[in-house]
Structures are given as structure tokens and as C-alpha cells.
């Protein structure tokens, strides 16, 4: 399924099953099947049509929302070799280590409430009539250490436009792990029909304004005192990149 596409629904049952499931990010079969108390043979029907219809994935018996958001992609570079790859449930708790990891070092302050949406939705990927947002992550032997994330705003006026953030844990900058992960953002959200992404940082984050503005993004705007650091008040930068 696109993320461009809204979800909607056959039946009911078909509904309250893609609900439960696109909230927790995966859910065990067996157990979407107790808590919708749903007759087995409605649950089957509907099960088959969210399928069928490319709504939902089962896994062997996990189930998640099936979003077209990708291959994985492997780098090498002077013996450094790294994958660039839509994000998995899975990859819940190295997302938010890194995360965390990022914006200690540096003020960041979307990607920080980022973080703490993820932590409260328990959720990394998420697609309903509401909202959407995407991930993709870069791994090192399978752990996570950089990510980029699109949100995607799903009422219609504001559907051509996009937020990115970006970020990688300090040990593994400065080897093009952060340039790679915007490049497979901004080729998404291009292929998908968006023609701006914009990314917000405080004007005290020089090294994010530096990487940025050295990859065609421009400022658009300036948001006076938006933020509180310590005791100081802080500017927002806005900035864009139009495709």
C-alpha cells in the first residue's frame, strides 16, 4: 500500500482488524483474533481482504501494515560497510537509543519530540486516515545508528508537503551514513508526489544548519524566541528543499 493512499474499509471487521494492528505496529495473529472477538470465519474473510488488497502482511503469523516504502540498500566505503533500509518494528528500541543518542549531543528539538511520540504510541511506522510517518535506518552489523523520518500530513492541503528529520549516533559521522539517509528520504518523498520537505532546527544547532544548507535546503522562515534551552530563548529555523 502507498502512503499516498488512505485506508478504507469493506467491512467492520476489516477495519477494527487494520486498526489494532497499524496502532501496536506488528500484532501476533492469534491475538488480533482475541481482542477483536470476532467470529473465526469473519476474522478469516477479513483478514483475506486486508491481503488481498495489500493493506495488511502476515508473517508467519505476525501481522503489520504493508507500506511501499523500499529496498535495502548496502554501502562500503574504506573498509565501512553500512545498510540503508525501510524501518521494522523491530528496530523500535535502537530508533529511540538513537534518538536519544543524537539529540544529547546536539539541540534538536523535533527529533527529540519524535522520541517521545514513538515511546508513547509504541509504534515506529505509522499509516491511518489521521497520520503517517516513515522511517528508514541505517544499521552496522544490524544495529541501528543513523535514521531519517518523514511525517506526512494526510489532509489534503497539506499533502505535498512533508518534515523530515535526520540523525546519526556521533560515532559514526562524518563517513556520509547522514547524507545517504536524506538522499533515500528526499528520493521517496519525490517519487511519492511531494514537492517540499521542510526540517526544523534552533539556530544554535550550526552543524545541522551547516549539513543541511550544503545540500540545496534554503530558509524559508525564522520562528523569533520558539524555543526555551536552559534559561535562554531560542530561534527556529525553518528550511526547505523543493523538488
Known sequence: ????????????????????????GTAARHRVRTVTSLPPETFQDALKQLKDRGYL????????????????EAYSSDGFEYVVRPARQSDFEGLIDTIRDVTAEDTYIVAESIAEQLLYEDAVNRHNTAESRVFFVATVEGDVVGWS???LPQLDKLKSTAQLTVGVQEAFQGRGVGSRLVERALEWAEANGYRKVYNSVPTTNDEALDF????????????????????DYVDEVMLAYTF
Open 1 to 24: 500500500m502507498e502512503t499516498s493512499e488512505r485506508p478504507t474499509f469493506e467491512t467492520e471487521a476489516g477495519e477494527e482488524i487494520y486498526r489494532y494492528v497499524e496502532r501496536h
Open 212 to 231: 543541511l544548507e550544503n545540500r540545496g535546503w534554503e530558509t524559508e522562515g525564522v520562528r523569533k524566541d520558539h524555543y526555551t534551552i536552559g534559561d
Open 149 to 151: 523520518h518523514l511525517d
Open 57 to 72: 502482511e502476515d508473517d508467519g503469523g505476525t501481522l503489520r501494515v504493508a507500506l511501499e516504502v523500499g529496498s535495502v
